[in-house]
């Protein structure tokens, strides 16, 4: 698959996250967009629902007020001129002259012809407007007679009501002639009002959504407007946070978000400036500790050899050493020996400090690699191995060789034997390959107090109150946790419920993947190093190879421990020649 393609699903993928991020609940554009949403919907609703209830309440009125005046007007007019008793004809013409108003509604008049008999005229013929079409509330309400007060001065009055039939508004009323004579009642359809005010409906509605559009539009807008620059503020921080000090933000207005903008500018500036120094410090510090085990090398090698002359005459039968200072030079033996382990395990550690340790991997038997770093130290007689043989992985064996000796070290000096190694490996679902190795060394002591578990891989901690004194440097377990983490493992300790302390330690059976990334990142630094140099602590930039004194101190620690370009002997320091796939470490510290 070709760049460009793997490209494509990764930018959308990475839009899609985009998208998604400024619509999850918690964000703020999203919150803001809303609250604009909610103020300007409630905003539109309420005056749409006001502004239709007042036109609502207008038109009806007006139409209402029209016909039922024009409805009195016809009653007094037209019916008023009729006869106290007419016939039905008569009734039947003045309700169709009564319906030719200007305001076009159905006319229905009751009255009792001179027989005695309820007679019935309706301006829409016999299938009209009946009777039965008023309501019945109305039809007590215009025959009940009122009493006579000082306010009500007639005995009738009209009443009106409105209905709705088959989803059509219709508007009811009647009145009663005073002093004899027909009664009235008139219908009026409603519908071309119920269109207008079903138009100013919708048209408030599309008016309240248009709102809402412009309202989230505008809410788009200002939260754009105050939301980038925190943007700018969080992608700054995000740099800062991941080492890229010179990050800075560009400054412009005078409001709150421009003064965040320069206090950060300031902070990241203090930032820059102190990490600098601390960096040019622990450069220093590291070229020091460099120089200084490079320095000691040749002496300590003149003094090994003074040593080894003195232990051999120690170990002579003859004799050849006074009785009196014989307790001296076995004391100035043994601490010569300390002395050059911890020069060798400076150089190591400087080397992690510089970064410039790497892995040179090969295919090892793990069993077998425990059983000669055990036999190279005569341990035999104090450790158990519990180990099958035919666990391989591709491991850097002189690293394995000094996380071993200095944590089966660490346990017979400070636990006590017998020593039990444990070796079993772990696979993943469906991997033939990758898994780890596991590899416990447990011993038989009384184990780690629970205040001093947390340093026990800490450079020079010596838990003193718990243990004797040891001869060692106090960096042994701090070198096996770095050797183990330039493979991608981790080592553990805890106290076993039965007694004593275990270690675990956890190595990937291939580590081959840590090397391609070690190196390409090393091509890398080279190439941005000697491209751009590196910025010193007065924010200069110097155009030279681009590597720095912690890189130096570290080559310099790789020339001196390797043996490949110092003035020693390469040899360990135990005065014991070995080679990487036995003990290539030397003798381990057991810290």
């Not at 939301?227 to 995000?238: E, N, S």
């Not at 000697?530 to 924010?539: A, I, V």
Request: charged share 25%.
């Amino acid at each position: 698959m070709t760049q460009e393609h793997q490209g494509g699903p990764r930018r959308w993928s990475a839009a899609r996250k985009g998208v998604w991020a400024r619509l999850r609940l918690t964000s703020l554009r999203l919150r803001l967009v809303l609250v604009f949403a909610l103020v300007a919907l409630t905003a539109a609703v309420s005056a749409s629902g006001i502004a239709y209830w007042l036109n609502r309440e207008a038109v009806l009125t007006r139409t209402q007020d029209a016909v039922l005046r024009d409805f009195e007007q016809a009653m007094q007019n037209r019916a008023g001129a009729l006869p106290e008793h007419p016939t039905q004809d008569e009734l039947q013409h003045t309700a169709g002259q009564m319906a030719n108003s200007s305001q076009r509604f159905t006319v229905l008049l009751v009255a009792q012809d001179p027989d005695g008999r309820t007679v019935y005229g309706s301006s829409g013929g016999l299938n009209g407007f009946s009777l039965q079409d008023v309501p019945e509330s109305l039809r007590t309400a215009v025959t009940e007679q009122q009493k006579i007060t000082s306010t009500n001065k007639h005995p009738h009055r009209m009443y009106w009501q409105r209905i709705v039939e088959d989803d059509t508004p219709y508007l009811v009323a009647g009145a009663r002639m005073i002093g004899g004579g027909p009664t009235g009642y008139m219908l009026k359809s409603l519908e071309p009002e119920a269109k207008d005010l079903n138009s100013l409906a919708w048209s408030l509605g599309i008016a309240t959504g248009l709102a809402l559009i412009g309202s989230a539009l505008l809410a788009q807008a200002a939260a754009t407007t105050v939301l980038k620059p925190v943007q700018r503020l969080g992608t700054a921080a995000r740099r800062l946070g991941e080492g890229r000090l010179d990050t800075r933000l560009r400054v412009s207005g005078t409001d709150e978000l421009a003064d965040l903008s320069r206090t950060f500018n300031k902070a990241a500036e203090a930032l820059e400036k102190r990490v600098a120094e601390m960096a040019a410090r622990d450069e220093a510090s590291r070229r020091f500790v460099a120089d200084m085990s490079h320095e000691l090398r040749t002496p300590l090698t003149a003094i090994t050899a003074v040593t080894e002359v003195l232990e051999e005459e120690l170990e002579f039968e003859g004799g050849g050493i006074d009785p009196m200072i014989e307790p001296a030079v076995r004391l100035v033996v043994s601490e010569t020996r300390r002395l050059n382990d911890l020069v060798e395990n400076l150089m190591e550690v400087t080397r992690f400090d510089a970064g410039t340790a790497r892995l040179v991997l090969d295919d090892v038997d793990v069993a077998d690699q425990i059983t000669a770093c055990i036999d190279a130290r005569a341990w035999l007689d104090a450790v158990e191995l519990d180990a099958e043989r035919g666990i391989h992985a591709r491991i850097d064996p002189r690293r394995l060789d000094v996380i071993l000796a200095n944590l089966i070290g660490n346990a017979l000096k400070h636990g006590g034997s017998p020593v039990r190694v444990s070796v079993r490996e772990e696979r993943e679902d469906g991997a033939e390959d990758g898994g780890a190795v596991v590899i416990e060394v447990r011993d038989q002591g009384p184990g780690i107090p629970e205040e001093v578990l947390p340093h026990v891989f800490d450079r020079f901690y010596k838990a003193s109150a718990s243990r004797p004194r040891s001869e060692g440097s106090g960096l042994g377990l701090s070198i096996a946790l770095e050797n183990a983490h330039i493979h991608g493992g981790e080592i553990t300790a805890f106290n076993h419920p039965e007694g004593g302390a275990v270690f675990t330690l956890s190595l990937p059976r291939d580590a081959t993947a840590l090397t391609e990334r070690d190196a390409d990142s090393a091509d890398g630094a080279g190439a941005a190093g000697r491209t751009n140099g590196r910025r010193g602590p007065n924010g200069t930039r110097s155009t030279g190879t681009g590597r720095g004194a912690g890189q130096e101190a570290g080559e310099k620690a790789d020339r001196t421990a390797d043996g490949t370009a110092d003035e020693g002997n390469g040899d360990v320091p135990d005065g014991t020649r070995r080679s990487a796939g036995k003990c290539g470490g030397g003798k381990g510290d057991a810290g």
